[in-house]
């Protein structure tokens, strides 16, 4: 059994900055916006519907989480504004339907809600994907590049690596990193190989862990890769990285960056981040149909220069 | 030109409540809360998989509307949360990467925001789809039955009823009544016809006009559906009704229901209704290929209780 | 030393009813919505003003605390909404001022926020101060009996009981009670008489604790009054109750009833309640001058049919 | 009768600046943050509880507006997050007491809500009061300087300037300035005499015609203070200016800048405003007593970081 801080090899910063350097996709393509999306074309969203076969629909969205806890710091929020009581009435009686109503909100980044994180939500050394500064373009209005709503929905393949499946445990240590022989090593045991316009989704058995468990604090300590695998997903031009954590392994192992694979995804290779997606239904349906690829469709909410959105990601198998 | 309030033929509220019981399902399937989204079984998600021809994915989510107009009175919440300044400095300076973060929020119910309505939504004389009591099922912690949660997302056929194109106009004037005779002849001008399990999606051009003449009062005067025309819609078995207004022709027709669309649809049908897409890309899309159905996402956030979510619907063509 | 949950003696449910007719006010003022409020005559304003001697003035209303935690479970919301960029630039270069902005929110109910409790916000078996049913006259759109907005705000006199003063002790333990002999010796040791009009302020250290061993949940053990120490207050005819707890000494004394000094002061007496106000600096500028009455302005915000409201009490000696 | 947009006369920017520098303070105080409340001495706080003397407390906040409107453009928030109906029952029955609470929240600057703007609200070119760079001192995380946290609460004398009152009308029209010419005479006529440490509330009927006409784009035209008004003020050494409307004329008449009232009283004295005041029955009230100075207590939520808070601010006669 590893170690549940098992986050190594340690990464200096240096070696880090040369990571940045080849993984960088920075002018490749427009809109700069959408970045690796780019990738996904006509031909991969028919070859993704191609893969429709049983017709099973998983839905990925945690439940909004409205209780704080360890990894919801920010708890959602859910609030009735009308129970049936709110229409005015008329003049022959209570007027028809009573409808029910509700707000929602949340401040969505963090460990609690399922969600995407655009290409504006992070910067490197003050530059966003493609190099602009962050101090000019984000703004208390939003982001002028890289808002979701320029980003826009992904259909496309994606692709399960079950890991907790692959090395026979229940779920991956909190702390415990995933590295490019792991991934190599699920795609040779779960017949999948990553190709390029690839939504990737690591299942690590967090929320499985979670229930039989409890919470603990995932910024402290969750599995996710260790930044010496992202070279091998960036080698195969992957559209978009998530899973049930949020793709670093925490702690981090790169010396003074608290969250190395999400600057080498987003702000390197322009690669939107899916955060907290509960994959456990869903490695139950791979499994049972032994196939860990599917149509994936993540479609963010249209708000114009937010930095990501709460989503409700669906595979349809 | 018909008038700008050819809302009728005006309907009492006896023939309404024949009409609620000529198409009411309560009691058809299980689970309840899914109501007619039970009709989208496996071979309709892959028969729409087996839709898309091009690869076009076109989104129908209005961009989050922040502002307050006629159409807007409860203007959705958007604020920066984290500008890059937020995290912590480490020892040997700032800590990376900078992040930007958000918070989001809406009363999504209304005319501004693109939305579905779940079957917690809508109650007639006090009684949700099934029969329940609305009052015992839907408190401040959200509906115990037709809750959002439970409904999930739906993958099926889309089927686009174009009818300004039809009519030859730029849109169709708020006010105006959709019978089951132009629906009739939609399908018979765009070669479509609606089937079992369908989402059928309405274009009136509301957000042409929009952008041509400026919002308006939607409440007041919108087109939309007459009551009359639903029981074709409920005869061929829909899935899902919505379109760029709410479904709903307003001024509505129905002595004392202001909303008789949605009382059919939500709650005798069980047909869960998505309100304030924007068709306008997906109608040019549609023209363009000259084929008017696609697959169809509609993915709400996994709200437990919740009468509804914002969502941003994805047509693949 | 006390035990931490000496919180006895126990409760009979049938004493407690008995003890609620005992201090019950329902039927003795108009209006109604502002219960004993109504006791503060002018009289009362122009003694309490003349209680201004040194012309101190301190707050007592906690920092709005955007962190969850064990006795904030529903953190308060901050954004900036403006940082000095969203004003439009005019022709002739950036229009000025710039300004900042920023949007505040809370569920402020809970252990977390120093606010005030209206008459709406507590009904005992069914009815609310006044004995109206709650069901009838609080709903999704807000209190139509007992809103704070109908409540106003309130100028008196103001007492401190400061308990560990009294007892000389740093702080009371999570789940101490206070007694009624204890308001008699606190009288007697600080130099002070509760009277008709009054509010009266229970210092037990909460914040001091909470600074120096940090926060803990509150809701499972705080030192606060026994619900046999009612009567006194009552016969004394005081207006408003409050402190740095929540009044209630909990876990609750009483079989079936979680907050009985909640349900005794709003729901029989008409007393609103003043929690979580930190009363720290207030006991240090009593203790210089050795006076514990001062003149007490509470305003909360005028919310029509709200339950309450976050407020920022204001003491001045 | 004078013109609705009778604002000058015109004010260059040149001369703006001279005003600016004429009236600025900067330097002169410690704690800076407190600016002009530093002028509120115990003196003043007891000079004004002496002013007491009907004990008549008249609060001045608006209702809470959750209607979107033309002077209502962000609408305030209030939902209900419990009918009663969301804690747990106990084995023996549902637990005691019942309780309603509810979420407010508001982006409270601008027409509507009855709000104080603390000094990090403003800045003129790029400068808060007492000189520090706004882009430094201000981040998403709120104010590091010039918080409504670090201003506290305000006990002080008001002053009334009933405006319609001396001049006979119902109110002043939308646009109309007041000069210095007006305060002088209305200090005459009112019997009351402006002085150091002073709040000086402008009454200009907003709120009144708000009622009789309806509401209005107030951003666009307003009764408010002329600039050349204003060393008038900051020559008496007061300490806080507020009233019906936001203090600025609009539309502005100094070239350039939008709301110079606010520059002047904010950024370059440290004045706090108090906005959107309902000082109609406070009118009333010193009308009826023929005195019209009085207690004043404003007492904002203490957010750190604020940039103001919404208020309900009290006067007592």
Chains 1, 2, 3, 4 share one sequence.
Request: charged share 20%; aromatic share 6%; proline share 7%.
């Amino acid at each position: 059994m590893r170690s549940p801080t098992d986050n190594g090899p340690a990464v200096s910063r240096q070696e880090f900055d040369a990571l940045f350097e080849q993984v960088r996709t920075w002018g490749r393509w427009a809109p700069a916006d959408r970045g690796a999306w780019n990738r996904v074309g006509a031909d991969h969203v028919r070859r993704a519907a191609a893969l429709v076969r049983s017709g099973t629909v998983v839905p990925l969205g945690r439940p909004w989480d409205t209780a704080a806890g360890p990894d919801n710091r920010r708890p959602a929020l859910h609030y009735m504004s009308d129970l049936g009581d709110a229409e005015t009435s008329g003049p022959s009686g209570p007027s028809e339907p009573s409808t029910h109503k509700d707000f929602v909100g949340a401040d969505f980044h963090g460990k609690g809600i399922t969600h995407l994180d655009a290409l504006s939500h992070v910067a490197y050394r003050g530059r966003l994907y493609g190099g602009g500064a962050a101090r000019e373009l984000v703004g208390s209005g939003g982001a002028r590049f890289g808002g979701v709503g320029a980003l826009g929905p992904l259909v496309t393949r994606g692709v399960l690596l079950d890991l907790p499946a692959v090395q026979g445990v229940a779920w991956l240590e909190p702390g415990q990193a995933v590295h490019a022989g792991d991934i190599a090593a699920a795609e040779e045991a779960l017949g999948v190989e990553i190709g390029e316009g690839d939504a990737v989704l690591l299942r690590t058995g967090r929320f499985r862990r979670r229930r039989e468990l409890g919470p603990w604090d995932a910024d402290a300590a969750c599995a996710g890769f260790h930044v010496h695998a992202v070279p091998l997903l960036a080698g195969r031009g992957i559209a978009l990285l998530g899973g049930d954590g949020d793709s670093d392994v925490r702690p981090s192992p790169v010396e003074g960056v608290h969250s190395p694979v999400h600057t080498l995804a987003v702000a390197a290779m322009g690669v939107p981040l899916l955060d907290n997606a509960d994959v456990e239904e869903l490695a139950a349906a791979c499994a049972g149909t032994d196939r860990y690829d599917f149509l994936l469709s993540v479609a963010p909410l249209n708000v114009p220069g937010g930095t990501g959105s709460p989503v409700n990601p669906v595979a349809v198998l």
